[in-house]
């Protein structure tokens, strides 16, 4: 009789072992969504941060700013270097530049 009710508490056990491993595994894969989710919005904000700053110095100056650190300086731009990688590059001084916003993997 003992045998049966310590392997039933056991089997309980494991059971509920199981169940809070799943809950805990949903949870994480959860907040690493919402991570990923929070990582893309950054990109793009700042994406669209570094084009209204190159469209206003073209409107002020007349021509694109040369590189980001000139829209830094110039423009009141803030770029988090060690959670993002700005790639500009510029082909003249009235085309609009290519900008690409990535993170930086460390």
Known sequence: MKKKKSVAYIGKAVLWLAVMGLVFAFFFI????????????????????????????????????PDVEYMVEHYGLTVDETRYIVHYEIFAENLMPDITVLDNVQ
């Open 30 to 65: 959860g907040l690493n969504n919402v991570t990923e989710e929070v990582s893309e919005q950054g990109r793009t904000k700042l994406e669209d941060a570094v084009r209204r700053a190159a469209v206003a110095c073209y409107a002020a100056e007349g021509a694109y700013p």
